[in-house]
T-cell receptor, first 114, second 114 residues
């Protein structure tokens, strides 16, 4: 299957700082990328959908000013958690699709805000 | 809106035995796709099997097969000859033919016992 690379795998940051997470489709052009948040032993919660060259569509309840998403090319989307606080600590996962094919997932990023 | 329900939070099975994970969904659409994803302790999401709604034949992938009952809106996963490496969280997911995002169930934690 296709490969989606997500970096970093884990990050620890101080409260009030910003953290950027990258999601790259390595061997295909992703028309759409998705960002999820996952709490321990729970399902994936969709945060936003991003299409290359256009603004991301955020799910209800997700603060777009806190979770900045940029999809500048067909192979790269970034999620920036701005002014991070301990409650933003979580596991973040991206996925990418090409056309109507199935989604492929990055390996996830564990964010810890101290 | 579509919903996906997994009523078994946890299950266990002896190595080499067969286990079935349940999933039901609700939709008014006629064109859609169903998936089973596996999330092992590494937390990498891995596609196990997919089923197109228009196909009457149940999908199979080696030891994994589904029982797709369209009228009952049921999509169960059968794992034959269970292996220790099958220990993971399993998510059932739905995607409509007109959309690109996935709707996930709450997951079933499967433990394969030696």
């Amino acid at each position: 299957g296709a490969v989606v690379s997500q970096h970093p795998s884990w990050v620890i940051c101080k409260s009030g700082t910003s953290v950027k997470i990258e999601c790259r489709s390595l061997d295909f052009q992703a028309t759409t990328m998705f960002w999820y948040r996952q709490f321990p032993k729970q399902s994936l919660m969709l945060m936003a959908t991003s299409n290359e060259g256009s603004k991301a569509t955020y799910e209800q309840g997700v603060e777009k000013d806190k979770f900045l998403i940029n999809h500048a090319s067909l192979t790269l989307s970034t999620l920036t958690v701005t002014s991070a606080h301990p409650e933003d600590s979580s596991f973040y996962i991206c996925s990418a699709i090409q056309g109507s094919a199935e989604a492929f997932f990055g390996q996830g990023t564990r964010l810890t805000v101290v | 809106a579509q919903t996906v329900t997994q009523s078994q939070p946890e299950m266990s099975v002896q190595e080499a035995e067969t286990v079935t994970l349940s999933c039901t969904y609700d939709t008014s659409e006629s064109n859609y796709y169903l998936f089973w994803y596996k999330q092992p302790p590494s937390r990498q999401m891995i596609l196990v099997i997919r089923q197109e709604a228009y196909k009457q034949q149940n999908a199979t992938e080696n030891r994994f097969s589904v029982n797709f009952q369209k009228a009952a809106k049921s999509f169960s996963l059968k794992i034959s000859d269970s292996q220790l490496g099958d220990t993971a969280m399993y998510f059932c997911a739905f995607r409509s033919g007109s959309a690109r995002q996935l709707t996930f169930g709450s997951g079933t934690q499967l433990t394969v016992l030696p």
